[in-house]
């Protein structure tokens, strides 16, 4: 199979073979299934995701910037809320997405998040993750991956709508 690499904004591949990807279709028009390797593409370098974890017996999302590389997903947090609900409970979700002017995409990954020890270093994520308010001691958490899916949505298309119960295509 060809390597496949990604505009993160149009989503349009440099070379065509995704065959692996699914066609479906959902409300908004079609959707695209996205392929494991599609959506390691997609998030790969930096950018801002969400983190889901489990703490005070509710779920709770929490924006960070991230760096993922070679199948990690590596962020950075200080002492609070997020740290204590990740050491309590390592299972976490992390989407990230992305509003095109042609798709939209979102690539969700399942895993278990590993709090590193404070001799944990990893330059490229330093280097790549922006530092937004001074804190003193902060820590690395690598997400490892259990589980990685993807969607693809078209953006150009207007919904069907219902006209004494037939199907209308949006015009």
């Not at 990740?86 to 042609?102: M, P, Q, T, W, Y």
């Not at 330059?123 to 693809?152: K, M, Q």
Request: charged share 25%; with cysteine.
């Amino acid at each position: 199979m060809m390597k496949t690499t990604m505009n993160l904004h149009t989503m349009n591949p440099k070379t065509t073979n995704l065959a692996e990807d699914l066609p479906e279709w959902s409300a908004r028009g079609p959707v695209m299934e996205l392929a494991e390797q599609t959506c390691w593409n997609l998030i790969q370098g930096h950018g801002v995701g969400r983190l889901g974890v489990y703490g005070d017996d509710f779920p709770e999302i929490f924006p960070v910037d991230f760096y993922c590389e070679a199948g990690t997903i590596v962020f950075r947090t200080a002492d609070g809320t997020k740290l204590r609900d990740l050491i309590a409970d390592a299972h976490v979700v992390f989407e990230i997405d992305s509003l095109g002017s042609v798709f939209d995409w979102s690539v969700t990954v399942k895993g278990i998040a590993s709090v590193k020890d404070m001799m944990y270093t990893n330059r490229s994520a330093e280097n790549a993750l922006p530092h937004w308010r001074p804190v003193s001691v902060y820590r690395f958490v690598e997400v490892i991956p259990e589980s990685i899916s993807g969607r693809r949505y078209e953006r150009q298309l207007h919904p069907a709508r219902m006209d004494d119960g037939k199907i209308v295509p949006g015009i």
